[in-house]
């Protein structure tokens, strides 16, 4: 007989270890904030996508080896985007991360926040673990057109955008469509894969999706 951890126990075991990196990424870094202050004008489909993403970015982030400590904020427990999420996410009222009703502009020191924009002029070149990285939870970027960037602006937090120009070119298709906006979830997918290789190209691939038209520049070199 080979001698082995036994199936229940692996999982324990498992669990244990993904629970203590999560709380070390909350004390030691890096962490990501998702601002959902902005989801009062969101009709329950843009909800239902936006908890969707939420339970993904989770999923992704458990699996990872390095971590980052999840805090979403502007988020209240008798909104209807905590009732989605509860809906759709099995057990999402034990997800290990921050559950917080103010904003996370009062909730970290200003001075220490990202907050990660498309609109930003400046190109993400590292994560840092003393940075507090916001995401702007949103789904209609159509109509909310620069509002995180606008909100960065207001409280002078410094802003970035992740480097889709300086390593990947628009790639021709039939429709003619290009764009740098990403779901939550793959934004964090690049964060995570970055934080883990430290090679933009290889993270990059992991959240652009060919349908947003655009390629790496050596595959077309």
Not at 149 to 154: S, T
Request: with cysteine.
């Amino acid at each position: 007989m080979v001698l082995g951890i036994c199936p229940q126990h692996s999982k324990r075991f498992l669990r244990a270890l993904t629970k203590e990196k999560l709380l070390e990424a909350k004390h030691s870094g890096p962490r990501l904030c998702i601002d959902l202050s902005m989801t009062h004008h969101m009709s329950k489909k843009e909800l239902s996508r936006l908890a969707g993403q939420i339970r993904r970015l989770y999923g992704s982030n458990k699996k990872a080896d390095r971590p980052f400590w999840i805090c979403l904020t502007g988020f209240t427990i008798d909104s209807p985007l905590y009732e989605e999420c509860v809906r759709m996410n099995d057990g999402f009222s034990s997800y290990l991360l921050d559950i917080k009703e103010e904003d996370c502009f009062s909730l970290f020191p200003l001075e220490t926040l990202v907050y990660l924009t498309p609109d930003s002029e400046y190109a993400l070149e590292d994560v840092d673990l003393n940075k507090v990285y916001i995401l702007g939870g949103l789904v209609d970027e159509s109509i909310q057109k620069k509002v995180t960037f606008q909100k960065a602006w207001e409280y002078s937090v410094k802003t970035a955008r992740l480097p889709i120009q300086e390593h990947m070119v628009r790639n021709q298709n039939g429709k003619n469509y290009h764009s740098e906006i990403l779901a939550i979830n793959q934004v964090f997918d690049i964060l995570s894969t970055y934080l883990e290789t430290r090679n933009w190209p290889e993270a990059l691939k992991k959240g652009v999706t060919s349908g947003k038209g655009y390629v790496l520049r050596n595959s077309v070199e």
